[in-house]
């Protein structure tokens, strides 16, 4: 059965500074997600990347994909306050089934 | 557009009541899914529906039923609600079959089991 870890859980990080959150999952999978959500507010979409080396990059944000070692990343660079919420990244379970399996999270703070 | 609306937005329920958690799409799309969200616990499947007239067990399906009721509505029933069902359920639904399809969420429903 698939699952889908995150870290780290919790990343509080200066204004300014890179760093990356990583999402492992355990079964062979071509479809990965990463959504956005804001504390008390719902889920939105940031990327999709289905296929292996895939990079999408939307301003400070750029998620990578390596299905060869199940393996995504979502790298931040020169963060600013306005991209605390909390991360996740989900993976479709079986090619085909439409079924979405979720991260635990990542909850990013940004100190200004 | 509205995309998907969820009700009610609150509920408290004492243990024992039985509700059903409403949800419906205005996007024509094929599937459909329940999430519960706890404090690190991510998001969880409960229940999902890949296409209109199927349904299917997600990560944590005890204590939940589901109807698909037609393209557009897919209903979250708790028949004997429980105190470990306090949790924030999320709706959301995707076109499914092309290739970037993403899923977009309801607003959520804060559930309290008394």
């Known amino acids: 059965e698939l699952k889908v870890e995150q870290n780290p859980l919790f990343l509080s990080m200066q204004e300014g500074k890179n760093y990356t959150i990583y999402c492992n999952y355990s079964t062979t999978s071509d479809r990965l997600y990463w959504y956005r959500q804001d504390p008390g507010k719902s889920l939105e979409s940031l990327f999709v990347l289905l296929s292996n080396g895939a990079v999408k990059q939307e301003g400070r944000l750029m998620a990578s994909l390596d299905t060869k070692a199940r393996l995504s990343t979502l790298h931040i660079t020169a963060a600013v306050h306005d991209l605390s919420a909390t991360y996740f990244c989900a993976v479709e379970s079986k090619g085909g089934t439409y079924k979405y399996i979720f991260g635990t999270g990542t909850r990013l703070k940004v100190l200004a | 557009n509205a995309g998907v609306t969820q009700t009610p937005k609150f509920q408290v329920l004492k243990t024992g009541q039985s509700m059903t958690l409403q949800c419906a799409q205005d996007?024509?799309?094929?599937?459909m899914y329940w999430y519960r969200q706890d404090p690190g616990m991510g998001l969880r499947l409960i229940y999902y529906s890949a296409s209109e007239g199927t349904t299917d067990k997600g990560e944590v399906p005890n204590g939940y039923n589901v109807s698909r009721l037609n393209k557009r509505e897919f209903s979250l029933r708790l028949e004997s609600a429980a105190p470990s069902q306090t949790s924030v359920y999320f709706c959301?639904?995707?076109?499914?079959?092309?290739?970037?399809?993403?899923?977009?969420f309801g607003s959520g429903t804060q559930l309290s089991v008394l």
């Open positions: 996007m024509n799309h094929n599937s």
């Open positions: 959301a639904s995707s076109e499914a079959k092309v290739a970037n399809e993403k899923l977009f």
